[in-house]
């Protein structure tokens, strides 16, 4: 079975400074990871997946398969970065992606 | 294009009680999933819907059923409701159930159920 584990529920770092939300799972097959972020009273929303190797809003993460981490990075956060960060995996049997979430880490940017 | 909606927003039931709640997908979207999401806790999948069939299920009883509609509208039905059924549940809709890796799954605003 599939598991997603974000070791911090909660993260503070100041405004400019750089942030790393860790992420660590474990999963037999070839994994697909994903980071889905949640703004104050908005609905969950896709950041970035892996496959894609792209920035978005400034965050990267890489795939490391020998540590089995997808840690998402930013160099330099702002504030409108608070948010709930959930890390999640892809995978199934069959033709079912069913998504395997994270329990999620509550980053918070101060001024 | 309009997103992924849910109704109701929020639902009180007491326990012993049945629930059905209900998902519009996105448009142009085939597939629902729906997750169950406690407090403090990440969403955890219960069911996913392809072209109204059963794609997958997660560790979720029997009491917990769902439907698919030709218009790839969903529902999710929960029968004799017990206390910690209470949470917040997402439906997700994506372009297709069983084709790549990447099916971007996008949520709606979920429904909030209390059970007493």
């Known amino acids: 079975a599939q598991r997603v584990t974000q070791p911090e529920k909660l993260l503070s770092v100041f405004k400019g400074a750089p942030v790393e939300l860790k992420c660590n799972y474990s999963?037999?097959?070839?994994?697909?990871l994903f980071w889905y972020v949640q703004y104050s009273r908005q609905r969950l929303q896709l950041l970035l997946r892996?496959?894609s190797r792209e920035s978005i809003k400034g965050f990267t993460a890489d795939l490391n398969k020998g540590e089995t981490s997808f840690h998402l990075k930013k160099p330099f956060a702002q504030e409108e970065d608070s948010a709930m960060y959930y890390c999640?995996?892809?995978?199934?049997?069959?033709?079912?992606?069913?998504?395997?979430f994270g329990s999620g880490t509550q980053l918070t940017v101060l001024p | 294009e309009t997103g992924v909606t849910q109704s109701p927003t929020h639902l009180i039931k007491t326990r012993g009680q049945q629930v059905t709640l209900r998902c519009s997908s996105q448009?142009?979207?085939?597939?629902v999933s729906w997750y169950q999401q406690a407090l403090g806790q990440g969403p955890q999948f219960i069911f996913q819907?392809?072209?109204?069939?059963?794609?997958g299920r997660g560790n979720f009883p029997p009491r917990f059923s769902g439907l698919q509609f030709p218009n790839y509208s969903s529902e999710l039905n929960v029968n004799a409701l017990e206390l910690d059924d209470s949470a917040l549940y997402l439906c997700?809709?994506?372009?297709?159930?069983?084709?790549?890796?990447?099916?971007?799954?996008?949520f709606g605003p979920g429904t909030r159920l209390t059970v007493l």
């Open positions: 892996h496959i």
């Open positions: 997700a809709s994506s372009s297709s159930g069983r084709a790549s890796h990447s099916d971007t799954q996008y």
């Open positions: 819907y392809y072209r109204e069939e059963e794609n």
């Open positions: 999963y037999s097959g070839s994994p697909e």
């Open positions: 448009s142009g979207h085939n597939t």
């Open positions: 999640a995996l892809s995978a199934g049997s069959g033709s079912a992606r069913q998504l395997t």
